[in-house]
């Protein structure tokens, strides 16, 4: 493993170990990978977020092939999927986390994103997160579904499942996450309640100063 490689692999587990000590990954839950090079190391299947090793990862080519390492998480294809639609991609993390679960259950806001924009947090460290009909996790079909979804995202909630971030590092990656299922937390506690959202304008300002993508 040379020294990019190296590098990658300590960020991705550390990143693994902080969303176990926030209570966003029980048990083996949830899957983390990022790019090194020509190379993508992921988690491993059945394997703690807490427990990844740096020299315990698998290891896929560029194809997705599994190269080397152990079995990678069978959720594989969806992480190359992501990369496919965010190129300058680096890190790609998916959660089972309570709330983003919980709103992934609940019907889209929209159909550029899942969640409204009730926080200029969301908008501005996110933006729009659609949500990508289910399919069975570890499926062909489920990356077939977020590829065939439309418009600029770098976040998604899975349909009856947790949520997927791609950002330019693990850490990165992470906090998008965390953000992702702090929205999710407000949506879940709203529901049944009358609230307000961001106007157009709002949205409008926030996108263009922060670079996300949100389409009203």
């Not at 807490?50 to 069978?74: C, Q, T």
Request: contains cysteine; aromatic residues 4%; proline residues 7%.
């Amino acid at each position: 493993m040379n020294r990019e490689s190296r590098e990658a692999a300590r960020e991705l587990c550390e990143a693994g170990r902080r969303a176990v000590d926030l209570g966003l990954s029980p048990g083996a839950s949830g899957n983390v990978s990022v790019r090194a090079g020509d190379h993508t190391l992921m988690s491993p299947t059945g394997v703690s977020l807490r427990d990844l090793d740096p020299e315990g990862l698998a290891v896929l080519d560029e194809a997705g092939e599994h190269v080397s390492g152990p079995p990678p998480s069978k959720e594989y294809p969806l992480h190359l999927a992501m990369y496919r639609r965010v190129e300058d991609a680096r890190a790609v993390v998916h959660l089972h986390s309570p709330h983003a679960t919980a709103a992934s259950c609940l019907p889209a806001w929209s159909a550029s994103s899942a969640l409204p924009p009730v926080t200029p947090y969301l908008v501005m460290r996110v933006g729009q997160a659609p949500l990508v009909p289910y399919a069975a996790p570890g499926s062909d079909r489920l990356a077939l579904n977020l590829s065939g979804l439309t418009g600029t995202f770098r976040a998604a909630l899975l349909a009856n499942h947790g949520s997927l971030v791609a950002a330019a590092d693990p850490a990165a990656a992470l906090d998008g996450a965390v953000e992702l299922e702090e929205a999710s937390r407000i949506v879940i506690s709203l529901r049944g309640s009358e609230y307000s959202v961001l106007s157009a304008e709002d949205v409008r300002e926030l996108t263009e100063r922060y670079g996300t993508t949100w389409e009203l």
